[in-house]
Nanobody, 124 residues
Framework: QVQVVESGGGLVRPGGSLRLSCEVS????????MGWFRQAPGKERELVAA????????YYTESVKGRFTDSRDNPKNMVYLQMNSLKPEDTAVYYC?????????????????WGQGTQVTVSS
């Protein structure tokens, strides 16, 4: 059974930084495509970033390009989302998600396992 646990959320001022971590157990992450989603109140869940199995290829939604960096450490079974220059509109619950499919996937339907989410609040 694959388990996914996020950590690292919190309250930060606009312009600040946070690093989210995602630990996967039950399967080696080198066989998994990983995604970070977020959901703000009253909004649909959206894909923020994704990284392929090797870590060579990444995807970012337009609103976070240049500010967020998705990375992975396969020997540690960890994935990270470094978030810089945070804005109030980044406020949401962030979810780490696991896909057993080979390439990066944009649809939440293509992700098989999910973490419980971690709250990120950007406010002064």
């Amino acid at each position: 059974q694959v388990q996914v646990v996020e950590s690292g959320g919190g309250l930060v001022r606009p312009g600040g930084s946070l690093r989210l971590s995602c630990e996967v157990s039950g399967r080696t992450t080198s066989t998994l495509t990983m995604g970070w989603f977020r959901q703000a109140p009253g909004k649909e869940r959206e894909l923020v970033a994704a990284i392929d199995r090797s870590g060579l290829y990444t995807y970012y939604t337009e609103s976070v390009k240049g500010r967020f960096t998705d990375s992975r450490d396969n020997p540690k079974n960890m994935v990270y989302l470094q978030m810089n220059s945070l804005k109030p509109e980044d406020t949401a619950v962030y979810y780490c998600a696991v896909s057993t499919r080979v390439a990066i996937r944009l649809s939440s339907n293509d992700y098989d396992y999910w973490g419980q989410g971690t709250q990120v609040t950007v406010s002064s």
